[in-house]
């Protein structure tokens, strides 16, 4: 079942707004930061970036960051919700979806736990 030419999952290999994605994470001292690829599981995207920040407006940067640099690197956010509540922040790109919990939000929806049997990188 086409096992040659799944490729391996690894940080070098994701696509350049995903990387730039994750430095602007790691930039912000976003919290248990991982990319999940939902390639082989999914019709809707093909990664999830998942992180959470300590405070609403740690996740309100975060997300600003995250738009803003990918803004100018040509990449525009598809949809955005949940920035009221900043208890889970969701930035849809299409063929990736940002989640920025509350750490007790993350705790509850445990998306890692419901999508377990997909490749993960953790940073």
Same mark, same amino acid.
């Given at each position: 079942m086409g096992q040659e030419k799944k490729?391996?999952?690894?940080?070098?290999?994701?696509?350049?707004e995903i990387r730039l994605a994750v430095e602007v994470c790691?930039?912000?001292k976003a919290e248990g930061l991982c990319v999940l690829g939902l390639?082989? /599981?999914s019709s809707f995207t093909? *990664?999830?970036l998942i992180m959470h920040g300590n405070s609403s407006r740690q996740g309100?940067?975060?997300?600003?960051?995250?738009e803003s640099e990918l803004k100018k690197a040509g990449t525009r956010v598809l949809s955005v919700e949940g920035r009221e509540t900043e208890d889970w922040? /969701?930035?849809?790109?299409?063929? *990736?979806?940002?989640?920025?919990?509350?750490?007790?939000?993350?705790?509850?929806y445990s998306l890692e736990?419901?999508?377990g049997d997909a490749?993960?990188?953790d940073y």
């Open positions: 490729k391996t999952f690894t940080k070098r290999g994701l696509p350049r790691l930039a912000k390639s082989e /599981l093909d *990664f999830f309100a940067a975060i997300a600003e960051g995250i922040v /969701l930035l849809d790109y299409g063929s *990736f979806v940002v989640h920025i919990f509350s750490p007790k939000a993350r705790e509850h736990k419901l999508w490749p993960r990188l």
